[in-house]
Nanobody
Framework: VQLVESGGALVQAGGSLSLSCATFASILAYYGVGWFSQAPGLEREFVVAITSTGLNTFHADSVKGRFTISRDNAKNSVYLLMNSLKVEDAAVYYC?????????????????WGQGTQVTVSS
């Protein structure tokens, strides 16, 4: 499963950005999908995740109330809407997919990863 992220950009603090994670394979509908961020020199961190049906989502405490994950299985896509961006949100954002798991916040759970998209937040 090849995952392709898009939507990364330079945005001012307080602004919004929408990222997309897409695949050409129709099987994404059967996978849980997560977004992770990695800033220079730091480990990859969990941001948000969504189960295959979209019925359950999970958020890191740092993004609750600001970031929203959603999916459109008909389009084989998962989206991350980021509002009220902070300078500390700047990172490369990766999407990842795995057959539904009970531990979608753990990066070790995931089978497939995209190449990442850069989000830069200016003050």
């Amino acid at each position: 499963v090849q995952l392709v992220e898009s939507g990364g950009a330079l945005v001012q603090a307080g602004g919004s950005l929408s990222l997309s994670c897409a695949t050409f394979a129709s099987i994404l509908a059967y996978y849980g999908v997560g977004w992770f961020s990695q800033a220079p020199g730091l480990e990859r961190e969990f941001v948000v995740a969504i189960t295959s049906t979209g019925l359950n989502t999970f958020h890191a405490d740092s993004v609750k109330g600001r970031f929203t994950i959603s999916r459109d299985n008909a389009k084989n896509s998962v989206y991350l809407l980021m509002n009220s961006l902070k300078v500390e949100d700047a990172a490369v954002y990766y999407c990842a997919a795995v057959p539904d798991s009970s531990d979608l916040a753990n990066p070790l759970t995931y089978t497939y990863w995209g190449q990442g998209t850069q989000v830069t937040v200016s003050s």
